[in-house]
DNA sequence: ACTATTTAAATCGCGTGCGATATAATTTTC
DNA sequence: GAAAATTATATCGCACGCGATTTAAATAGT
C-alpha cells in the first residue's frame, strides 16, 4: 500500500517538474529575439487578451504570488511595454496596461507556437495525446489552484 | 493550421509550468518538517538509491546544471546531510556522499509519499489516470531531455 | 463615528535555475 | 610528448518563486 504509494508520486512529480523546466528551455531562443522571458511572456499573454487589469488579476491567471508578479512587472514596465498606475476607484489596486511597443510585441510573438510545435515535435506524440496530457494537467490545476483561490484559472 | 498550433501550445505549456509549482507547495509543508528544499529532497533521492555519485550523476538525473546543482550540494554540506570530496581517480570529479545524519533522513522521509497523495486526492484522477499522465509526461522528458544528455533519466 | 478586519500591493530574504565565463584536470591529436 | 580540445566543476549575475512581514486603503462590526 505504501510501496505503491510511494512508486507513484516518486514517478509523477518529478517528470512534472522536469518537463516544466524543459518546455521553458525550448521557448527561451523564440522569447530571447524578443528580449523577454517566460514568465514575462506570460504576462503579455494575458495582457495581450485582455488589457487593463488589476496585479490581483494576473497574480491570479499565472497561479502566482505577488511578490513574484510585482517586480516582474517592474522589469516590463522599465522595458517600456507596460505602464501601472494606481486605481481612481480603489486606490489600492494597480491598474496595468500595455504601451504602444507591448502591444506591437503581439505580432511578434504570434509565430512562436507555430515554432514551439516544431521543437516539440521529437516528442512523437501525437496532437490527441498532446490534447488529453492537457485535460489531465488541466484538472490537477483545478483542483489544485482553486486551494488558494476559486478564481477562473483560464488562459484560454 | 497557425491558428491550432497557437491554441494547442497555449494551452498546454501554461498547464505544466502552474501544475509544478503547485506539485511543490504540496510538497513544501513535509518537507518543511525535515528542513529541505524540494530540489534538495530530489538531490537526496537519488543519493538514496545509490550513494557516493558524482555531482554530474546527480546533474544528469534530476535535468539541471551545474551551476544549479553545485550551491544546491553546498547547502546540504552545510546542514550536514552530505560530504563532498575529489575523486582520487579523476581529480576533476567531486564525489557526493551522504553523512549518517543524510542516511538518516531517509526515514523520515518515507511517509512522505503517501501523505502527498493525501493532497493531491482532491483532483479526483484515478490511479489509471496518473499513471497514463506520468506515461506520457516521461515520453516528453526522455525526448527533451535527451537533447542534452542521452543518458538515462530515470528517478524510479 | 470609530475601531477592527480584510484586501491589494509592495518589500525583504533566501533558494533555485540558467547563460556566460573561468579554472583545472584529462584526453586527443599531431 | 607538447599543444589543442574536451570534460568536470565552480563562479558570477540576473530573473524568478515564495514565506513572512509591512503599508495603505477599503469594508465590517459595534
Same mark, same amino acid.
Given at each position: ?43 503579455? $499573454?494575458? $495582457? ?24 516582474? $512587472? ?80 483560464? $488562459?484560454?
Amino acid at each position: 500500500m505504501a510501496t505503491e504509494h510511494l512508486k507513484l508520486e516518486n514517478q509523477l512529480c518529478f517528470p512534472v517538474y522536469a518537463v516544466s523546466r524543459l518546455i521553458t528551455r525550448a521557448y527561451q531562443p523564440f522569447l530571447d529575439e524578443l528580449g523577454i522571458t517566460y514568465p514575462q511572456y506570460l504576462a503579455l $499573454l494575458v $495582457l495581450w487578451e485582455k488589457d487593463n487589469v488589476t496585479v490581483n488579476d494576473i497574480r491570479q491567471k499565472l497561479v502566482l504570488n505577488t511578490n513574484t508578479v510585482t517586480p516582474l $512587472l517592474k522589469r516590463l514596465e522599465t522595458m517600456g511595454l507596460i505602464r501601472r498606475s494606481k486605481s481612481t476607484q480603489d486606490e489600492r489596486k494597480v491598474l496595468v496596461e500595455l504601451t504602444p511597443e507591448g502591444r506591437a510585441l503581439e505580432s511578434r510573438a504570434a509565430t512562436i507556437p507555430e515554432r514551439l510545435v516544431g521543437s516539440l515535435s521529437t516528442t512523437d506524440l501525437s496532437v490527441d495525446e498532446w490534447m488529453d496530457l492537457k485535460a489531465k494537467l488541466d484538472r490537477v490545476l483545478t483542483s489544485l489552484g482553486s486551494q488558494q483561490n476559486p478564481t477562473d484559472l483560464g $488562459l484560454d
